[in-house]
């Protein structure tokens, strides 16, 4: 019950004390610094449509290259898990044969 108590009048000490970030200012006022610094940092978007051709060769994406990467992988890890399951099936098969020849 003692504990409860604490508890209580920990929690309402935390609730009416004011929560302040670093050098005393408040988060609201650190938060709204924060984001007018975010925002005028941020580069404008352009106003117009600009079309592939203008954009900068290092804002282009080599999607060619990613896709050949994806569709290699995949087929690695399809061809490693048929290898997985042929050796699997091939050693279930000789347990079978060993099963068998030891019943007769």
Same mark, same amino acid.
């Given at each position: 019950m ?11 000490l935390?609730?009416? +004390?004011?929560? +302040? =970030?670093?050098?005393g200012?408040?988060? %609201?006022v650190?938060?709204?610094?924060s %984001?007018?610094l ?5 580069p ?13 060769? =290092? ?12 569709? =290699? ?6 061809? =490693? ?10 050693q279930?098969e000789s347990?079978?044969? %060993? ?6």
């Open positions: 003692r504990l409860l108590r604490l508890c209580a009048l920990v929690a309402a935390l609730a009416a +004390t004011p929560v +302040t =970030g670093r050098a200012v408040s988060p %609201d650190a938060l709204a610094k %984001d007018a975010a925002k005028a940092e941020q404008q978007p352009p106003k117009e449509f600009v079309p592939v051709d203008e954009v900068p060769p =290092g804002e282009q994406i080599p999607a060619i290259n990613l896709v050949a990467a994806a569709y =290699g992988f995949i087929w690695l890890a399809v061809l =490693g898990y048929v290898w997985s399951i042929s050796r699997r099936l091939r279930v347990e079978i044969a %060993d099963l068998e020849a030891r019943r007769k």
